[in-house]
């Protein structure tokens, strides 16, 4: 099988990505999630991959802000969206996606860490692929709360510019 890979507008490519979050998070799935009423943040890229048939089979969100830590403003690149369709999964699309995803925000040049959250079952995933889990308070924005500790799902780093392993990350937004 051969597979196209595509760093896309968020919103232009959202219709192409809107069948696999369906497939696999339909909403009675979403419902039973510990994330099931955080508002997140719409993806600014997308790394799409695709199959022979042009069929979305993974997706990674990217998302990029400032954001502070410890006080301190910061550049931030989040990953978020982490899909595979499910007859696709182990043959290593997510982590092909992820690591365009990562060289996307390496790119730039001007982003500090790149951050994701993830339920704990899935941080090995993360953790093998150089992500370090983030011991601090994330805050977040939420459209019916305002600024809010966001802890329904664990922070992990990636380590760009920057090594954080601790303190208070603000996302001046919403999660990602």
């Avoid at 595509?6 to 419902?31: C, Q, R, T, Y």
């Avoid at 890229?45 to 502070?68: E, K, N, Q, S």
């Avoid at 410890?70 to 690591?99: F, M």
Wanted: charged letters at 25%; one cysteine or more.
């Amino acid at each position: 099988m051969g597979i196209e890979i595509d760093v896309l507008n968020g919103d232009a490519s959202w219709k192409m990505a809107e069948p696999l979050f369906n497939a696999i998070w339909p909403p009675h799935v979403v419902a039973t999630l510990p994330w099931a009423d955080i508002v997140f943040a719409h993806a600014e890229l997308r790394v799409l991959v695709r199959d022979d048939a042009d069929d979305v089979i993974c997706h990674v969100g990217i998302y990029r802000r400032d954001v502070t830590w410890d006080g301190r403003k910061l550049r931030a690149g989040g990953i978020g969206g982490v899909l595979t369709r499910e007859d696709a999964r182990g043959r290593g699309y997510a982590s092909i996606a992820l690591n365009a995803a990562i060289q996307t925000l390496k790119d730039e040049r001007s982003i500090d860490f790149a951050l994701l959250f993830c339920e704990p079952y899935r941080a090995p995933f993360y953790i093998t692929r150089g992500w370090k889990p983030f011991i601090g308070e994330i805050h977040a924005e939420q459209p019916d709360q305002g600024r809010v500790r966001f802890e329904a799902i664990a922070p992990h780093v990636y380590d760009l510019r920057r090594a954080l392993r601790q303190g208070v990350i603000d996302l001046c937004g919403l999660p990602g």
